[in-house]
């Protein structure tokens, strides 16, 4: 019924090294720590460059500008390190048109800053996310559709991230048409993970492994991956850049 598995796919060469060449950073996840107090952030990259930064976040804490801040990006092929100080911040709106009843379970902020050292490089270890606008997924189990149209609001070479009201089960076997850029693709996915939606528990953020997809349909998948990555791939050469580091990675001890 289904040809190769995904990462049977993904292993083969000539699918595989292109997009892996790709260096991005833009719109993508990251974890920032705030030095102050160590109060640890989740995040979205909205625009970062050598010289600033500027991060979506969900939180109640509040954030001033002069905090300083120490990000680590997970990005495709490279993540990124460094400090960076708070010169602004403000009120965001995303997360409003999911919401029924205007209530949210945190605040939404973006946040302003001037990188404040070096840049320092290491090689990804594991699958970058990017969040992404525009694109659907439909979602049946068994016999019965439980999402139709579920926004998609991040996704990565394997997999991606839908938000619903209904709640799903780690683990369970899920069949996705998945809408993007006005191209439909059929495939099989587990569900790795369903946790309330922080503008809104009222909805869920639930996270999808891709397990099984034919060729034709690979092919538009990696097309729309391509999209992503070269939308917010560096504008920056991090090789050849004078006075920024490229930090090996660390050996196993």
């Known amino acids: 019924m289904f040809g190769p598995s995904m990462s049977q796919l993904l292993r083969d060469r000539s699918i595989h090294s292109q997009l892996s060449e790709i260096v991005a950073f833009q719109r993508a996840r990251t974890i920032i720590q705030r030095l102050a107090d160590a109060r640890i952030f989740n995040g979205w990259i909205r625009h970062v460059s050598p010289t600033d930064v500027i991060v979506h976040l969900q939180t109640r804490t509040a954030i001033e500008p002069k905090d300083v801040l120490s990000f680590q990006i997970f990005g495709n092929k490279k993540n990124a390190h460094f400090q960076a100080v708070v010169t602004a911040a403000q009120a965001n709106e995303y997360g409003a048109v999911f919401a029924k009843d205007g209530v949210r379970a945190t605040n939404a902020v973006e946040l302003f800053c001037e990188v404040m050292t070096k840049l320092c490089y290491d090689d990804a270890v594991e699958n970058p996310r990017f969040c992404v606008e525009g694109s659907t997924a439909d979602i049946v189990v068994g016999a019965e559709r439980h999402a139709t149209g579920a926004p998609v609001i991040d996704v990565g070479p394997r997999g991606f991230a839908v938000l619903t009201d209904r709640e799903f089960v780690k683990g369970q076997a899920v069949s996705v048409a998945f809408y993007a850029s006005g191209v439909a693709m059929d495939l099989e996915a587990n569900v790795r993970n369903c946790v309330a939606f922080a503008p809104n ?3 869920q953020r ?17 097309q729309f991956y391509a999209s992503v990555l070269e939308a917010n791939k560096a504008d920056w050469s991090i090789e050849n850049m004078t006075g ?3 930090r090996a990675p660390k050996k196993a001890a």
């Not at 891709?210 to 998948?221: A, E, K, Q, S, T």
């Open 201 to 203: 528990p009222s909805y």
């Open 206 to 222: 639930v996270g999808f492994e891709i397990v099984h997809i034919d060729r034709l349909n690979l092919v538009r998948w990696r």
């Open 244 to 246: 920024y580091v490229v």
